[in-house]
């Protein structure tokens, strides 16, 4: 059966971004939407994240993506945070006023950036938000928070 959905000029204007009108308009099941909108990033699994864990570079980052009261349960080491509800608005500013209110640099748009969050749905979104503002040397922790929390309570 085919899915019937308005245009995307007829949709809400907060609705009319690129993503959201490829997933407005699409007939496809909501798995196919997401991965064909994955492709900015590379998924990568635990046993590639650990070196970073262990010996971070400046040249690198280890973004959690979810809030700050999520965070207080714990972060990967060397991880900062930027929170997702942030991060659009974060990659406009300038390198002083970001690092003011973050503290630390403002990701340059080459630099690798490794996103990850609790389970692995905002650190996709957090991918194509970033690909969206230029960013284009992007990794995706899709097992976040909750595969790292898993391996190192054994």
């Excluded at 009319?16 to 998924?43: D, Q, V």
């Excluded at 970001?98 to 969050?117: H, S, V």
């Excluded at 692995?120 to 957090?126: M, Y």
């Excluded at 995706?140 to 309570?153: A, C, F, I, Q, T």
Aim: with cysteine.
């Amino acid at each position: 059966m085919q899915v019937l959905r308005p245009s995307i000029a007829q949709a809400p204007h907060n609705l009319r971004s690129p993503i959201t009108a490829a997933r407005w308009n699409s007939s496809a099941a909501p798995a196919k939407e997401t991965a064909a909108h994955t492709t900015e990033a590379k998924e990568i699994s635990y046993d590639e994240l650990l070196p970073k864990t262990t010996s971070p570079s400046l040249d690198a980052y280890l973004i959690d993506v979810r809030e700050p009261n999520e965070t207080e349960q714990g972060m990967i080491p060397s991880a900062v945070n930027l929170p997702l509800s942030e991060l659009p608005n974060s990659l406009h500013l300038g390198s002083t006023d970001f690092k003011a209110k973050y503290g630390y640099e403002k990701p340059r748009k080459d630099q690798e950036i490794t996103f990850y969050c609790r389970s692995g749905k905002r650190s996709t979104t957090a991918c194509e938000i970033a690909a969206q503002n230029g960013y284009n040397n992007l990794l995706n922790y899709k097992g976040s928070w909750l595969e790292w929390v898993s391996k190192h309570s054994n």
